[in-house]
Structure formats: structure tokens, C-alpha cells
């Protein structure tokens, strides 16, 4: 009884509350890096028949432009954003994730459970650099199958 007693005193001695609030941000950080993911894929490329219908349309302005002896008419660039979603969520995301690593560094610092404090560690790393970690495991997949297949 008393083994147990003094195994739960350092249990709550050491904590977890900065590394608790360090994996919380670490796992919105990498919700918010896996949603960039998707915003990022490209959009369907659009139907033939409303690309052919845009180009004969453009033909036929610029021939009555032509015949009426009228200015052509600079066509209007799209303004891009200045800070596009992609972006703002990839600023999210790394935020998030150091937010989160820092939290494992205090925790650390605090002495509380080491296992805790490397899940805040990691997690805000893995959310800092998610691109990086989906690159890795989709290399150490193939690998694995060139060696089981080899």
C-alpha cells in the first residue's frame, strides 16, 4: 500500500498540466496543417465544353472589336489575395506547433512525466513540420515495399 501511495505522490508531483496544454495545441496545429493539406489540392480542372465555349466567345469579340475599329480593350487580371487561406494556415499550423513545443520545453523545465513532455515535443514538431513528416512516411513506405518485394 505504501508503494503505491508514494508511486501516485510523484505521479502528481511531477504534472502534466504544460505538457497536457502542449499536446492540445500540437494536435489542433496538426488538424489545421492536415486542412491546409486539402485546401492546397488542386481543383478539378473545368469542362472541355466551357473551355471551347470561352475561347470562340473571346474569338467573336475580338472580330466585332476588329470590324468596329474599337480599342482593344486590356483584359482585367484577377486580383490575387495578398495573404492567401493556404498560407494563413500554414502560419496557423506552425504556430500551433510551437506553441506546443514550447509548452513540452517548460515542462520539461518543470520536471513533470518525461513521457508527456516528449508527446508535447513531438506532436508540436510533427505540426511545425507536417509537408516534411507525410514526405517521410510515404518515403518509408515504399521502402518497405521495394525490401518486402525484393
Given at each position: ?27 489542433f496545429g496538426l488538424g489545421v496543417a492536415a486542412y491546409r493539406m ?54 496557423a499550423a506552425t504556430l500551433l506547433g510551437f506553441i506546443s513545443a ?49
Amino acid at each position: 500500500m505504501a508503494a503505491n501511495s508514494a508511486s501516485r505522490r510523484s505521479f502528481f508531483r511531477n504534472g502534466i498540466r504544460f505538457a497536457l496544454v502542449g499536446i492540445v495545441f500540437g494536435f489542433f496545429g496538426l488538424g489545421v496543417a492536415a486542412y491546409r493539406m486539402s485546401v492546397e489540392s488542386e481543383p478539378p480542372p473545368p469542362p472541355r465544353s466551357k473551355e471551347i465555349s470561352d475561347v470562340l466567345s473571346d474569338t467573336v469579340k475580338k472580330t466585332v472589336d476588329k470590324l468596329r475599329n474599337a480599342p482593344a480593350n486590356p483584359e482585367a487580371k484577377p486580383e490575387e489575395e495578398a495573404w492567401p487561406a493556404t498560407k494563413k494556415l500554414g502560419v496557423a499550423a506552425t504556430l500551433l506547433g510551437f506553441i506546443s513545443a514550447a509548452m513540452g520545453c517548460v515542462s520539461w523545465l518543470v520536471n513533470e512525466h518525461r513521457r508527456w513532455t516528449w508527446a508535447a515535443l513531438v506532436v508540436g514538431i510533427a505540426a511545425m513540420a507536417w509537408t516534411h513528416v507525410v514526405v517521410a512516411a510515404a518515403i518509408a513506405v515504399g521502402i518497405a515495399i521495394l525490401l518486402k518485394c525484393a
